[in-house]
């Protein structure tokens, strides 16, 4: 089976023979949401052990066949990524730092006992993708393409140990904005259930994370919020994150406080980029254990005036309302605050190209 150590070239293009209609595409462009319409095509390359990583296609997007003793449908060996595709003001098409999403696909990896995907395969499936679906970039204000690659584990063998076959596999989906209420800030609900303990997968994007995280997030939309608050498994006193997204809190001395990277946590590109930002524009950003007390104790006092959240779907989402066993509490005036919005304007810049890129973060498609 031929190597693809150079797969820019080794991309099989199998043609669609009935593509989405026009008209049906561009009443999805006009209108994406998150997460519901995906494009035309799909990549999809093979890993085995006997051959690695091979078969890499470009092919119409459809229902994928699968052993059912495939392990990931037992035990969920399964790992994902999410990105963006962005259309720039001259026409050109550009990701958002596409080699750290490979960097932590290979942690997950690491962590889910898969085999790694090389980092410049991983960019050129995507890449590939993107430019077979070049027509499906949302004309929506503030929309992008939204890349899902994902790793399964394929082999058929009920046993438990780490699977011998996998599929990568990466869709791509227009999206607009990922909370639907349109609100001007969301409403989070903290969970008593705990998503990561020390020592577990927190840290790694595998679905199992998010399965767990269902129910918790079922119980804060039944109650009214738009997203569930997780606090530390040792303690339940801690802040963490949020089901899909990180958290930073904004300070009435202007400086910035994000929970640390103690491997609970997902190490997200959105937050690493507002650390960069925020401290480019000469704010201190503090990487620290921050409790929901304290948390409550700072908005009472008027302390803390912002705090948002931010991951790829979310870009940068005020919090406007925190609410739990113990009572609920506002933020600022309860809508979005300057800070959160100066830096969702830098970064948004960057990401579409309409600002400069001072740290090489956008890579060129094509
Ligand atoms: N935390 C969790 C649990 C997530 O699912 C995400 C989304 O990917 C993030 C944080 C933010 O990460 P990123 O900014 O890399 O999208
Ligand atoms: C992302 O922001 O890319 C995510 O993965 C969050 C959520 C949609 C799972």
């Known amino acids: 089976m031929a190597s693809l150590a150079d ?12 593509p989405t209609p026009v008209a049906e595409r561009d009443a999805v462009l006009a209108n994406p949401g998150f997460g519901a319409r995906f494009t035309d095509h799909m990549v999809v390359i093979e890993y085995s052990e006997e051959h690695g990583w091979h078969g ?9 066949a699968l052993d059912p003793a495939s392990s990931v449908l037992h035990y969920a060996q399964e790992i994902f990524e999410g990105l963006k595709a962005y259309r720039h003001p001259d ?3 550009a990701l958002f730092r596409p080699t750290a999403n490979a960097a932590r696909f290979n942690a997950s990896a690491r962590r889910l006992a898969m085999p790694e995907l090389p980092e410049d395969l991983f960019i050129a499936a995507i890449n590939a993708l993107v430019l077979a679906d070049r027509d499906w970039f949302p004309t929506v204000e503030g929309g992008s393409l939204y890349l899902r690659p994902f790793m399964i584990a394929t082999e058929a063998f009920l046993g438990v140990r780490p699977a011998k076959a996998y599929k990568f596999i990466v869709i791509a989906s227009p999206a607009g904005n990922y909370f639907k ?3 001007s800030a969301v409403s989070i609900w903290v969970s008593d259930y ?12 595998c679905g199992g994370n998010y399965a767990a995280s269902l129910v918790p997030t079922a119980e804060a939309f039944a109650k009214g919020h738009d997203q569930v608050l997780f606090l530390d498994a040792a303690e ?27 491997g609970t946590i997902l190490a997200g590109i959105t937050r690493d980029s507002l650390i960069r930002l925020a401290r480019d524009e000469g704010l201190t950003v503090r990487e620290e254990p921050y409790s929901l007390d304290q948390w409550r104790a700072d908005a009472a006092s008027g302390q803390l005036v912002e705090a948002f959240a931010c991951g790829t779907a979310a870009v940068v989402t005020p919090v406007g309302q925190v609410a739990g066993r113990d009572g609920s509490f506002e933020i600022g005036g309860g809508g979005p605050g300057q800070l959160t919005g100066k830096l969702k304007a830098r970064l948004t810049a960057i990401q579409r190209g309409e600002a400069p890129d001072p740290h090489q973060w956008v890579h060129q498609i094509g």
């Open 194 to 205: 705990t998503r990561a303990a020390p020592g577990g997968t927190g840290a790694a994007k």
């Open 56 to 64: 890499a296609t470009v092919q119409p997007y459809g229902p994928i």
């Open 181 to 183: 209420s349109g609100a």
């Open 7 to 18: 797969p820019a070239t080794r991309f099989t293009h199998v043609a669609h023979l009935a």
């Open 91 to 93: 026409g050109s098409m």
């Open 236 to 262: 339940h006193k801690w802040i963490e994150e949020l089901g899909g997204m990180n958290l930073f809190f904004a300070f009435a001395d202007g400086s910035l406080l994000t929970p640390p990277l103690t």
